[in-house]
Every structure is written in C-alpha cells, then in structure tokens.
C-alpha cells in the first residue's frame, strides 16, 4: 500500500451509523400512553346496559340497592329456628309454603315453612335444612339433622350493599360486568365513546380476496386482521382499503381520514424506500416519528398527528407490512393505546410461566415474540416457521412467548407465555 493510499485512509471520517437507538417495547409505550390522552369526561355517552359490551366506563356504577334485598335461602328445604329442633328426628308442623317471589308470614315458634330456593327467609327463622336431610308427612315435617343458625341462609347485602361501587370507572364491561350492573338496578350505563379509527393499507401490489391475482400481486390479509382487531375492542372503523403508491394519494388520504376520525392506522410503507410515501406525506400533513422498536417480528413503527384544517389533529400509527409483525405490533403497542383513549387502565398482558418443548439455539438481538400452542402435557410446541410472512402460525399458535434479548431456549427451560386470548380480548 502506498504512503498516500495510507494517509488518506487514516484521515478520512470513519462512516458511522447515525439512526437513533432501538427503543425496548416498555419505552415505545411509555411515548404513546404519555402522548395519547384519553378522551374528556364531557364526550361520555349514556347506554343501555343491555348494548354495553365491550364498552369502558366513564363513572363509578354504585348499587341502587342491598343485593340480596333481604335474607333468602340458597336451598330448597324448610325454614325454621334452629331452637326449635334440639335432636335429629325432631318433627314440626308445616305452617306455610314459600316459592320465590313470595314474602311469607312471620314463622310462629315450633313450625316450619316449606321454602324453595331463592326465597324470602321469613322473619323468625333463622335456618334452612335442605330437603335431602328432610322426611315429608301429613302436614308436617320431621328433621333428620340438627340445623346451626344461619346456614344455606343468604343474608342481606352479604354480596352488595346500597350506596356501594360495583363496577369503577375505566372498566371494560364483560358479560359477568354487564350482569353485576343489572343486579344493582342499572338499567343504562355511561360510558366512553368509541374511538373512531380510519384504516388503509398502501402499496400497488396488494388485491383483494375475489379479484385475479396478476403476476407479482399478494392479497391484502392485513386488511381483514386490522379491521377486525380494531372492531374487537369496541371501536368504530371505517375501512378506506389500498392507497396507490404515490405522494398524493397518501397526502389525500391522509386529510381525508383525519377529518373525522380519532386515530390514523396504516400498514404497509413505513420504510424509507422510493416507492414508501408515508413519511413524506405524514410530515407534509403533520408530524412523524419514526421509531425502531427492539423486538421481533414488528420492529418498525411510525407514530404522529396528521393535522386538520381547523388546527386539531388525529392521531398516526404506521404499523409494518408484514402480516405477523403487523399482527404482534398491533396487539402489544395499538391495543392498548385504543383501551387508553376509553379511559381503560394501561395493563401490561400477565405472562404465565410454562414448559419449553423446543429449542430455540440460535436467538435474535432483539426480544422476539415466538408463536406457540399448548399441548396436552402442559408445555409448550414451537410452530415451526417464525417467519414475519408466515400468519398460519398465528392461526396454529394460541400465544406467544416472550423471551429476552439473546436468550437461548433448551427444552424443558421455563417461558414466559402470553396467552392470545387476553392479548385479543
């Protein structure tokens, strides 16, 4: 080599990379919750309870009255003071029958009242003795047990009292929500409204289920896995389909889907190749920042505000192509983000530790997100192709484990798994 091959070699700047480091998943979603506001208390609508589902609370629910109302039997069997019956095979006439719905007459001392489940208790008695334990005979009753006071007696308000809360604000009402309002006497409900979300896809090669597939083209699964994800969590979605991969068809669509909508979600041409217009057209309607996400499938995401002609602005979510990693990214980063704008509390999905049937020798960098099924003895299979393209596995898997940057998994090791059914609900 030559002296001035050498010298210039040693004095020229060395290139380095100047992207900004990869965020970890718990940092990507600190920016977004501490951006994304829920919306004001003023927006609140009022439901039926019975249209409630998969709504969040925007108040308090307090129980309009004691739940039970009043003291009732959790058996069908006789009503009676348990003084009343010193030894088993005590008999005591039978003074009155009592079904549900019914209030019957104070018990005199030394009867019994036929009651069946559910009913009112009648005052003096104090013990219920299940009808198994019970020989029926003309008019009377002989008891083949010595009752203790208070038992299969339900008493009232043991479950709920008047003036108390059954259900706090930002809850997000499931079926067993819904029956708890209605026991308490709440006949409709307030509730956050839903977040309106406008979804579109970009990129020429995308067709839809039904149409030809030309040569080169891929029908556009994410479509239907977004909408649906974006549904499933109580929002409204409008669906502007795929976007032509040009600069102002992305800036139109843009402006128009911002008008009325909450939230911006797009998949596809988040990369900063000359055929991806979303960052450009984002910047030239808003704001953008691109992030670099640490983990695996879904390591890009876009994030900003596409602004208004009344200086308001919706929010920007850019999630990759990929089918799986749009799926991940979706569940882990949007997901919570659609429960906050509701008022819903940001909860990180609970991971249960189970039993690796796999090896998993030669792990990524980043933290990756494997797809996984539980088999009948209780651990865990691997599907076998990982790969971001690959939504079978999604559809095969019924969780994901979560498993550290760098971490090699040996058979037998001990994961941690996310069930999709709490990262879907």
């Known amino acids: 080599?030559?002296?001035?091959?050498?010298?210039?070699?040693?004095?020229?700047?060395?290139?380095?990379?100047?992207?900004?480091?990869?965020?970890?998943?718990?940092?990507?979603?600190?920016?977004?919750?501490?951006?994304?506001?829920?919306?004001?208390?003023?927006?609140?609508?009022?439901?039926?309870?019975?249209d409630a589902l998969g709504r969040v609370l925007a108040a308090d629910v307090l129980s309009l009255i004691d739940v039970p109302p009043a003291d009732n039997t959790s058996?069908?069997?006789?009503?009676?003071?348990?003084?009343?019956?010193?030894?088993?095979?005590?008999?005591?006439?039978?003074?009155?029958?009592?079904?549900?719905?019914?209030?019957?007459?104070?018990?005199q001392p030394g009867t019994a009242a036929r009651i069946f489940t559910g009913a009112q208790v009648p005052a003096g008695a104090d013990a219920v003795v299940m009808q198994e334990q019970c020989e029926a005979?003309?008019?009377?009753?002989?008891?083949?047990?010595?009752?203790?006071?208070?038992?299969?007696?339900?008493?009232?308000?043991?479950?709920?009292?008047?003036?108390?809360?059954?259900?706090?604000?930002?809850?997000?009402?499931?079926?067993?929500?819904?029956?708890?309002?209605?026991?308490?006497?709440?006949?409709?409900?307030?509730?956050?409204?839903?977040?309106?979300?406008?979804?579109?896809?970009?990129?020429?090669?995308?067709?839809?289920?039904?149409?030809?597939?030309?040569?080169?083209?891929?029908?556009?699964?994410?479509?239907?896995?977004?909408?649906?994800l974006i549904q499933a969590l109580g929002c409204d979605c409008t669906d502007f389909g795929i976007v032509a991969d040009r600069l102002d068809a992305t800036r139109e669509a843009l402006r128009s889907t911002a008008a009325e909508h909450d939230l911006v979600l797009t998949c596809?041409?988040?990369?900063?190749?000359?055929?991806?217009?979303?960052?450009p057209a984002v910047e030239a309607e808003g704001r953008i920042d691109m992030w670099q996400?640490?983990?695996?499938?879904?390591?890009?995401?876009?994030?900003?505000?596409?602004?208004?002609?009344?200086?308001?602005?919706?929010?920007?979510?850019?999630?990759?192509?990929?089918?799986?990693?749009?799926?991940v990214t979706f569940v882990l980063a949007v997901r919570p983000v659609l429960l906050h704008l509701q008022g819903a509390p940001a909860q990180a999905?609970?991971?249960?530790?189970?039993?690796?049937?796999?090896?998993?020798?030669?792990?990524?960098?980043?933290?990756?997100?494997?797809?996984?099924?539980?088999?009948?003895g209780g651990g865990l299979d691997l599907f076998p192709n990982q790969s971001s393209g690959v939504l079978t596995s999604t559809v095969w898997g019924d969780g994901l484990v979560d498993n550290p940057p760098k971490q090699a998994i040996k058979r037998g090791d001990t994961v941690k798994f996310l069930s999709l059914t709490e990262l879907l609900a």
């Open 137 to 228: 005979t003309e008019g009377a009753v002989r008891i083949n047990t010595v009752p203790q006071s208070g038992q299969w007696v339900r008493r009232r308000a043991e479950d709920v009292a008047a003036g108390a809360v059954v259900l706090k604000q930002g809850t997000r009402l499931t079926p067993q929500a819904l029956g708890m309002a209605a026991s308490v006497g709440a006949a409709t409900l307030q509730v956050a409204r839903r977040p309106r979300v406008a979804l579109f896809s970009t990129g020429d090669e995308l067709a839809m289920p039904g149409e030809v597939l030309k040569p080169g083209a891929i029908y556009n699964s994410n479509r239907y896995t977004l909408r649906a």
């Open 349 to 376: 999905p609970v991971a249960v530790t189970l039993r690796a049937d796999f090896d998993w020798p030669q792990p990524e960098k980043r933290r990756e997100f494997l797809r996984v099924r539980r088999n009948a």
């Open 1 to 50: 080599m030559s002296t001035e091959m050498s010298t210039k070699m040693s004095t020229e700047p060395r290139q380095t990379d100047t992207r900004p480091p990869m965020l970890t998943l718990e940092a990507a979603l600190a920016k977004l919750l501490g951006t994304v506001q829920p919306f004001a208390a003023d927006q609140a609508q009022t439901v039926s309870t019975f």
């Open 75 to 107: 058996m069908d069997g006789y009503a009676m003071r348990a003084a009343d019956v010193p030894a088993a095979g005590t008999t005591l006439p039978v003074s009155q029958r009592i079904p549900a719905g019914v209030v019957g007459q104070p018990l």
């Open 293 to 327: 996400i640490a983990i695996k499938p879904g390591k890009p995401l876009a994030f900003g505000e596409v602004f208004r002609a009344d200086k308001s602005s919706a929010w920007f979510i850019g999630l990759p192509g990929n089918p799986v990693s749009a799926f």
């Open 268 to 279: 596809g041409g988040v990369s900063v190749g000359e055929e991806d217009h979303l960052k």
